[in-house]
């Protein structure tokens, strides 16, 4: 009986050291963990500067333009409080789409504009069939005339 | 204790018992499988945004809910086994880690071929899928330390440390896109919220869970079956056993 | 038919998915057999030890 007490007591005290250290090096690595930075931090100089790095947020609705006869497109990339206009050189992913989430890897410009060099769509974790999307978005609009109306 | 549970600790007396669970399980898997590719190929909506793609969702979700569901089992398993010093105890651990593996790898090359269509990589070192292709390793670590070690009762011993210390992985994978700006989007399905789609959609992603939770049991019981009697063979009562008294005739 | 494989244009993507789920079950499946196959060999030709037996004992 003794032995087996003895053996419960390591475990645990095995355990629970194992638990403070992961947590410390959560802690350390919390900034190398970062997969994006929104525009808010990008803008609070919380970006790493000098190298390329990931911007993310939503695709401001009606910012996309696309220049023409090339693949070169610009659009701003905004968290609802600041913005970062994009600028993007390729295809983009089906998914892309103004409204909603994308992710963006490249560099800083020293005129603010952030040049990509690969652009990801994020999706949300909501799926629905598309009537019922319809449905939201037209709810969505009844309610912008209703408050507008106002 | 009115329950002799020492008694059901003995691989003896649980290798016939896992003998008839294994085959029950697996008929089990087999008719969830049929049943939820069923609800998620004809009766299930297409998705507004991803298209057809999310049909992924059904066997996606399955696999990396196993893979880290397994783990915990796994490291339950491996407590057990440190904390009484139980051989059956250890040698359902060795027999969950290549099921668990397959779940893990499973879950990351069709989240890659879900990932190609809707974010636009079949790749991204974001903490979700970097945590758990880390599960992925320490499955394989488990199963390569086992083979490293010729006595099975260190191997059992070391491979239940390894299984409990890398059992923090696990809530690391699951909270990564709370934790941390991931490129993987949040839980469509937690224990503290409504469920974030389509109750057919839902319907075939849980049915497919079941199913894959049923082969994991089926496939775990059948492999401990093996390991049983690899492990005690020489015994008086593996060698009484029908089946291999069977192949003497 | 070809409407159904192709998936709305992300065939490839969802049956690469789907394929290698089934052929990783399948595998797992005859994997599993032949384990117990070559462990029953292995019991049948080592008979009984000599050593002491546990079987049926508390642990």
Known sequence: MKARHRRFAWIAAGLAALAVAVGLVLNAFQSNLVFFYSPSQVLANEAPVGRSFRIGGMVEAGSLKRERETLTMSFVVTDTAQKVPVRYTGLLPDLFKEGKGVVAQGSLGPDGVFTATEVLAKHDENYMPPEAAAAIEQAHKGGQMKSSAN | ?249 | MGEFLSMGGYGWYVWMSYGACAVAIAAEFVALRARRRRALDDAQASGVDAEPLRAGAAR
């Open chain 2, 1 to 249: 204790m009115a329950i002799n549970w020492y008694r059901y600790a003995s691989p003896a007396t649980f290798y016939p018992v896992a003998g008839r669970l294994a085959p029950a399980f697996g008929a089990l898997a087999a008719i969830f499988a049929a049943a939820g590719l069923w609800i998620g190929f004809a009766l299930a909506p297409t998705d507004a945004t991803q298209g057809e793609a999310y049909r992924i969702i059904f066997v996606h979700v399955p696999t990396a809910w196993m893979a880290m569901f397994v783990y915990l089992v796994m490291a339950f398993w491996s407590a057990l086994a440190l904390a009484f010093n139980a051989r059956l105890s250890a040698m359902m651990a060795q027999a969950l880690a290549p099921t668990g593996a397959l779940m893990a790898a499973l879950a990351l090359w069709t989240g890659a071929f879900w990932g190609r269509p809707t974010w636009g990589t079949y790749w991204a070192w974001d903490a979700r899928m970097t945590s758990t292709l880390i599960l992925l390793f320490l499955y394989l670590g488990v199963i390569a330390l086992r083979g490293a070690i010729d006595d099975p009762r260190r191997a059992d011993r070391a491979c239940a440390v390894l299984a409990l210390v890398g059992a923090v992985n696990v809530p690391i994978i699951y909270f990564s896109v709370q934790w941390w700006n991931t490129l993987h989007q949040g839980a469509t399905v937690s224990l503290t919220a409504a469920p974030k789609m389509a109750s057919l959609m839902l319907a075939g992603m849980l049915v497919m869970s079941f199913a894959a939770w049923f082969w994991c049991i089926a496939a775990a019981l059948w492999r401990v079956r093996a390991i049983i009697l690899e492990r005690e063979r020489g015994s008086a009562w593996v060698a009484a056993l029908p089946e291999t008294n069977l192949r003497a005739a």
